[in-house]
């Protein structure tokens, strides 16, 4: 997905919410993530700390939240491993 993006500040302005969400709800779509539940909320947070901290390509956003979901199970909880 080719977006430009008007921020260059970590401000996310409506082009940029519009490509965040479509990246939020494809994570949570695929790791069957239903909106409102912790493992959700956490998908969120990640994406807009990468955003705000200049990671505006989608791969790397979507790498970077797989990194940091882990070795969570599909709820959300770290699996003991």
């Given at each position: 997905?080719?977006?430009?993006?008007?921020?260059?500040?970590?401000?996310?302005?409506?082009?940029?919410?519009?490509?965040?969400?479509?990246?939020?709800?494809?994570?949570?779509?695929?790791?069957?993530?239903?909106?409102?539940?912790?493992?959700?909320?956490?998908?969120?947070k990640v994406v807009m700390v990468l955003f705000t901290q200049g990671i505006h390509n989608e791969n790397e956003i979507r790498e970077s939240v797989e990194r940091h979901l882990g070795h969570k199970s599909p709820a959300g909880e770290l699996l003991r491993v």
């Open positions: 997905m080719a977006v430009a993006f008007s921020s260059t500040s970590g401000i996310a302005y409506p082009e940029d919410l519009t490509f965040l969400t479509s990246v939020y709800d494809d994570i949570c779509f695929r790791r069957g993530f239903h909106r409102g539940s912790r493992a959700a909320e956490d998908v969120g």
